[in-house]
């Protein structure tokens, strides 16, 4: 432990060896607690969706800390650290519900939906003995609130007075892409949890890197819902800390195919499916798209696989553990038919997909390889290219893995080899 | 010396019971023979079942999508390789005309390639079993996981 963060800690100032510090120091862990999920970022916290009716709520969180969700009897969506301003207790206890007012329930102490303290049992004491000060300030009593924004029904909420609005975070490149999915109403078909034993950041680089969905997962390959060979692109915004992922069947030469996977057993033309009417969904949109993956800095990951489309909150639970929390969505003018398409395709993806389980096979492979390694010793990240960090028309590539590394790097205040001169 | 032993089981129990046999004794292959040709194996997590919301960890409406999952299982897919056992109690079974309706209790323990064992996973078997010539079969298979939480992954079928 205790490794340096000031100096030398990124061997490469381009983000192409990362050190798997990372992945292992409870120093950075600590940092990110305060560095970026307490700091000029926005984080998800849910989907407008979920809270329609006043006094919704929902518990969710940014980094380790649980938020409240709340909407409120005016209409308003409000965000409160769950923890009473009394002594600290836990204050609402179900991950969801409807509540005007919430009241802890260690001393019943009760909160307005705002967050704003109402009540104090024996304020004025009992008998005329005890009771708070006289200039107890119940208005100065309140519950940490939390800033929120949303876009598009998308909610985030931040610690920090100074992140720029959300229309700016996410910037002109990230907007069209969010627009193109959440135009119109969506409506939640359920969720899944999946707990990965790996640390958090490790599942950000796994659904930042085109590079292992057409060799990680054969179900993409030998069914054509993603293949490097297929017209692929890489957008990130200019933080580099947000990327999509994008890829259409589009542009495919049988040829290409054919030489990209020769002697790699993962594009089998041999395999088929006794059933194959998951494949037999008719398309959401025109565009071709079969694939498209977007992050957002720090922690969520919303996209399309094939039919399916659902937001993927990173929620870390220490440092070698996280829960990749899946709200899976429908749009609220599906069919039925369209429905049921999304419920089939469901076993592409969730904790029990063809294509996501082996995604936290690799999280568990990884974080089990680098804590066998020294804490400076680092990864290869070099696909596509090392200097400049820019969007690439190819998925043979690992530039956005880089471009996470850059907006981390900037975020935590970890020094970088040029710097050191 | 016994030669013959009493099987006080009945058809239905025995399906029960061969299904989580074949899971824990690695013969996968046999899953799927369970069911009807139109069987339905579903995993729905508790969650999504008390808030009513349909989507589901697996939906297999065939015995075909039962078989492409073993062979996916089989060679297709990266998982890490554990053992599992499985534990039912609280089984129920009632009939009514053709139709039989059964539910169980069930744990399901990992055990990694080093030894060590652990709770995987939690929940109740919902089944509906129809007789036919080839003996009692699964019509119908909902998996409700209390272990909503999934530990890493489902690979198997629970
Ligand atoms: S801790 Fe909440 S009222 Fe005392
Ligand atoms: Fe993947």
Redesign the interface.
Known sequence: MGIEMTSNFWPAEDSSRIPYAVFTDPELYARESKRLFAGPHWNYLCLDAEIRDPGQYVVSYIGERQVVVQRTEDGDVVAFLNSCAHRGAQLVRRMRGTATSHTCAYHQWCFSDRGDLLGVPQQRGVKGQGGMPKDFDKSKHGLRRIRVESYKGLVFGTFSDETPPLYDYLGPKIRPEIDRIFDRPVKVLGYYRQVIPANWKLYLENVKDPYHAGLLHLFHVTFGIYRPTMSGRVTMDESKGHSVLRTADIDEEQADVNSTYAGIDKYRTDYSLRDPSLFDVKPDYDDKVTNMIMTIFPNLMLGQVANTFQTRHVRPKGLNEFELYWTYLGFEDDDAEATEGKLRQSNFVGPAGYISLEDGEAGRLVQSGVNRREPDNCSTVQMGGRGAIEDQDTLATEVAVRGFWKCYSEAMGLARAQEQA | MMNAVCDTSSPVQDLLERYVDCLDEDRLEEWPELFLENGLYK?L?R??EA?G????????Y?R??M??RVT?LR??????FVYSRHLITNTRISARDDIIEASSNFVIFHTCEEGRSKTYAVGRYRDVIVETDDGPKFKKRTVILDT????????APL
């Not at chain 2, 060679?75 to 890490?80: G, I, R, S, V």
Request: aromatic share 12%; glycine share 4%; net charge negative.
């Open positions: 995993i997590s969650e999504n808030m919301l349909p989507a589901p960890l697996v939906y297999y065939s075909g999508m078989e492409d996916a060679d297709a897919l990266t998982y890490e909503f939480a999934v530990q890493n992954l489902i690979a």
